[in-house]
Nanobody, 122 residues
Framework: VQLQASGGGLAPPGNSLRLSCKLS?????????LAWFRQAPGKERDWVSC???????LYSDSVKGRFTISRDNARNMVYLQMNSLIPEDTAVYYC????????????????WGQGTQVTVSA
């Protein structure tokens, strides 16, 4: 399974960005929970959000109410809509997939994409 993330860039505080992640090599995305992680400079990689096969979603406290995760199984895509961006959102963002239908913050991802850089700065 391969994951390809895109959509990062530079945005001023308060603006929005939408990240996309294309999965390939997976027969039925219905069987996989999906997630986004991020890693800020000098820090460990943090879990941001996940979406399970039944479209239930979870968010870290730092992004709740500002970010929205979604998926399109027919297109093998997962998205992260990021609104009201703040400088603390600056990080490399990674999409990830699980071998299970359900996942949460502590679950171990089975597949990782390369990161896409998001920089929030005036």
């Amino acid at each position: 399974v391969q994951l390809q993330a895109s959509g990062g860039g530079l945005a001023p505080p308060g603006n929005s960005l939408r990240l996309s992640c294309k999965l390939s090599g997976v027969n039925n995305l219905d069987y996989h929970a999906l997630a986004w992680f991020r890693q800020a400079p000098g820090k460990e990689r943090d879990w941001v959000s996940c979406i399970n096969s039944a479209d239930s979603t979870l968010y870290s406290d730092s992004v709740k109410g500002r970010f929205t995760i979604s998926r399109d199984n027919a297109r093998n895509m997962v998205y992260l809509q990021m609104n009201s961006l703040i400088p603390e959102d600056t990080a490399v963002y990674y999409c990830a997939g699980y071998t299970t239908r359900i996942a949460s913050m502590g679950s171990r991802a089975g597949y990782w994409g390369q990161g896409t850089q998001v920089t929030v700065s005036a």
